[in-house]
């Protein structure tokens, strides 16, 4: 089946350790994004990518960091900068390209706890 | 810069009951989506909205892409527990003519009460 996987569901780091995070998705989809969501609140978006090898900021990157080395992976890394890295992030993914709606699918989540 | 209002913030409701919720910005959208968040897990789409008027319907759900372009509104029909969650309502961001990036609503949380 064809989808986007994010791992671990939960995860636990002391502060002051870089964490990563994991999203892969099989629906070839082009563009990637990574979302956090606190309680009660909606999505924020950290960064995108819509191409291998490229990446940009959104409305919180900092303290987080990304790669794009291939077209089914977009790792997110939460670093020791990152002031309040605990949380529910969000993997998504979405086609690209002409008559193709807007439309972003999601991954289960990581929730994130840090010490 | 573009935002989102979800309306009411919260609902709880007993099984049977029909639902009403929207949606509503300052700015035009050119695309309505409407997810549904469980508890614990990624929002799943339930409903694309890209004409302004149009009425699309997913089961018991019906949503709708208000004239004006500023608004949108979800409706559940005969809510069953299942229903339970969080409902998100998104647009696409307007910038330069771009739209790779989604803004989202802050979610209606739903309750419903066997």
């Known amino acids: 089946d064809g989808g986007i996987t994010q791992s671990p569901k939960y995860l636990f780091r002391k502060e002051g350790q870089n964490v990563t995070l994991s999203c892969e998705q099989n629906?070839?989809?082009?563009?990637m994004y990574w979302y956090r969501q606190d309680p009660g609140q909606g999505l924020r978006l950290i960064y995108y990518?819509?191409?291998?090898?490229?990446?940009q900021k959104g409305d919180i990157a900092e303290g987080y960091s990304v790669s794009r080395e291939k077209k089914e992976s977009f790792p997110l890394t939460v670093t020791s900068a990152q002031k309040n890295p605990t949380a529910f992030y969000l993997c998504?993914?979405?086609?690209?390209?002409?008559?193709?709606?807007?439309?972003?699918?999601f991954g289960p989540g990581t929730r994130l706890t840090v010490l | 810069g573009q935002q989102l209002n979800q309306s009411p913030q919260s609902m709880f409701i007993q099984e049977g009951e029909d639902v009403s919720m929207n949606c509503t910005s300052s700015?035009?959208?050119?695309?309505w989506l409407w997810y549904k968040q469980d508890p614990g897990e990624g929002p799943v789409l339930l409903i694309a909205?890209?004409?302004?008027?149009e009425l699309t319907s997913n089961g018991r759900l019906t949503a709708q892409f208000g004239i004006t372009r500023k608004d949108s509104f979800l409706n559940i029909s005969a809510s069953i527990p299942s229903d339970v969650g969080i409902y998100f309502c998104?647009?696409?961001?307007?910038?330069?003519?771009?739209?790779?990036?989604?803004?989202f609503g802050t979610g209606t949380l739903l309750a419903v009460q066997p």
């Open positions: 629906l070839n989809h082009d563009a």
């Open positions: 998504a993914s979405r086609r690209k390209g002409a008559g193709v709606g807007d439309e972003q699918f």
């Open positions: 998104a647009g696409p961001r307007l910038r330069g003519g771009a739209t790779n990036k989604l803004i």
């Open positions: 990518s819509q191409i291998v090898n490229d990446f």
């Open positions: 909205l890209y004409k302004a008027g």
């Open positions: 700015s035009i959208f050119n695309t």
